[in-house]
């Protein structure tokens, strides 16, 4: 079992930067792709971003389409943590943002989640 809390979630202006961080606990996070998602209200959730196990270039991250050149998903192992740098951020990234850990980086399949951490971007 891995237990995953995230935090650094708030208000921000348009144009503004957060980084959200999820710290993990249980099994070994170094066995685990780590991968953030979004909800927004009445919409599904959707894929952020998804880190390898162990970073060795930088074909170890992929990020949504939405997020590209904003975001930068990266972690720590010997901090146990994934971090999510949001950068130019947008009325639209406002959502519950969600880190995950899974078995596999591609494709990424969820086998944990963290609570979820708002995020409210004003305009």
């Known amino acids: 079992q891995v237990q995953l809390v995230e935090s650094g979630g708030g208000l921000v202006q348009a144009g503004g930067s957060l980084r959200l961080s999820c710290a993990a606990s249980g099994r070994t996070f170094s066995d685990y792709a780590m991968g953030w998602f979004r909800q927004a209200p009445g919409k599904e959730r959707e894929f952020v971003a998804v880190i390898s196990r162990i970073p060795w270039s930088d074909s170890s991250t992929r990020y949504a389409d939405s997020v590209k050149g904003r975001f930068t998903i990266s972690r720590d192992n010997a901090k146990n943590t994934v971090y999510l740098q949001m950068n130019s951020l947008k009325p639209e990234d406002t959502a519950v943002y969600y880190c995950?850990?899974?078995?596999?980086?591609?494709?990424?399949?969820?086998?944990?989640w963290g609570q979820g951490t708002q995020v409210t971007v004003s305009s």
């Open positions: 995950s850990g899974g078995r596999t980086y591609y494709p990424f399949a969820a086998d944990y």
